[in-house]
């Protein structure tokens, strides 16, 4: 089971981190997506069980920076330079691995975290 949080509403330039917490250890790649009004979820960033890969959309590449602590069985979502078009709501989710992520066939989803970015 998995539980984002750590959205909020924030000025365009600013930063929010978000949080996946897992309900308990596993060995899974963790993702996040974003659903947009009125748009399908898309696919953010994803990085492997150990860390060791970690990729991204282009829309965020250089943004956005994932990590994970496995200690805290907790992968977060740095975000940086925010902008408009950034606002959207915002999941975490399990999968195999990145290639199943991507390709937005995860084992489990999230709940969502609202990010809201004012221009």
């Known amino acids: 089971q998995l539980q984002a949080s750590g959205g909020g509403l924030v000025q365009a330039g600013g930063s929010l981190r978000l949080s996946c917490a897992a309900s308990g250890r596993n060995s899974l790649a963790v993702g996040w997506f974003r659903q947009a009004p009125g748009k399908e979820r898309a696919f953010v960033a994803a990085?492997?069980?150990?860390?060791?890969?970690?990729y991204y959309a282009d829309s965020v590449k250089g943004r956005f920076t994932i990590s994970r602590d496995n200690a805290k069985y907790t992968v977060y979502l740095q975000m940086n330079s925010l902008k408009s078009e950034d606002t959207a709501v915002y999941y975490c989710a399990a999968g195999v691995n990145i290639d199943a992520l991507t390709a937005l066939n995860p084992t489990s989803w999230g709940q969502g975290t609202l990010v809201t970015v004012s221009s």
């Open positions: 990085i492997s069980w150990s860390g060791g890969t970690v």
